[in-house]
């Protein structure tokens, strides 16, 4: 089984920009002096776009939290020319987990939120260059610590194209997606989107391992938020970041690795930061 690392966000509303909500388990709670917060039953419904936002460790304001993305897939129809996917995403999110813990190879007490997110994937190989993707997803999370629920929404459009380097394979990607929910504890909805841009290339490096040829290769990516995010906690000062950026290194498999829907044909690790947030990320997918 494959397991990536999430993160938490909170959203707050702003003067000139619409609330955006990028989190999972609201791992970082909106503070007891808002309006929204009930200390007794509080409504920590941004977990539900753990699927969307990227595995990772986050740390913000002297606080950490993680998620545990178990990427199921299969593939529905296949052409030389398109490839039609079943995506069944499921994201377990952990209270009180931080940085040290990884290390030390301790493990989380418990699971505190899930998300399971179902849709479908479209691909279309234009050339043989261009790929061209769109998805649509219709998901449900829940809330183990108040019983609630949340029903999630998201779509999105991407364009990746392979420049005509051989000896790097670089491959330009760029994806603009919108991610939106509605909790049943107060029928609250919220939403958020994002245009991500980056290019992920090799380093004319190869070699064999049994049956697979391994790649070593790199990427740097950046992320635009259409609306300013708060990372909001209990304890410190607020973390506001509309962009941040990311650099990192893969191994590429010549071939997947795994088991019927446990399959990833990439591993590695990278850093994301937009000055104050702080993300490691571990990789089992191709990274943007």
């Known amino acids: 089984m494959f397991l990536s690392w999430f993160t938490g966000f909170k959203a707050n509303q702003y003067p000139l920009y619409k609330s955006a909500a990028i989190a999972i388990a609201a791992l970082f709670v909106v503070q007891p002096c808002q309006a929204e917060f009930d200390a007794d039953n509080p ?9 969307y936002i990227g595995s990772g460790i986050y740390r913000a304001s002297g606080q950490s939290a993680a998620v545990a993305n178990i990427p199921f897939a299969f593939d529905i129809e296949e052409a030389d020319d398109h490839l039609l996917t079943l995506r069944l995403p499921v994201s377990l999110g952990f209270f009180n987990y931080s940085f040290r813990d990884l290390p ?38 829940h809330n183990f610590s108040n019983s609630s629920n949340v029903g999630i929404f998201s779509t999105g459009f991407s ?40 290019i992920d290339f090799g380093l004319n490096q190869r070699w064999d391992w049994g049956e697979y040829t391994v790649e070593p290769r790199l990427f740097v990516a950046g992320r ?65």
């Open 43 to 51: 409504d920590l419904s941004h977990y539900a776009f753990a699927n």
């Open 104 to 141: 030390e190879g301790e493990l989380p007490d418990g699971v505190g939120t899930m998300t399971i997110t179902p849709g479908i994937e479209y691909k279309w190989f234009y050339d043989e260059q261009l790929t061209l993707e769109t998805y649509l997803d219709l998901g449900y999370g």
């Open 159 to 198: 364009a990746l194209y392979e420049l005509a380097q051989p000896k790097y394979n670089p491959v330009w990607v760029n994806r603009i997606y919108y991610a939106g929910y509605k909790s049943s504890i107060n029928d609250r909805s919220d939403g958020y989107s994002v245009l991500q841009s980056g």
């Open 224 to 288: 635009w938020y259409f609306d300013k995010l708060k990372f909001v906690t209990p304890v410190q000062e607020n973390v506001l970041t509309q962009y941040s950026y990311e650099v990192g290194v893969t191994l590429a498999l010549s071939k997947p690795l795994g088991w019927g829907w446990f399959s990833t044909d990439r591993f590695g690790m990278s850093y994301q930061t937009d000055g104050e947030l702080q993300v490691w990320r571990l990789i089992f997918e191709f990274p943007m």
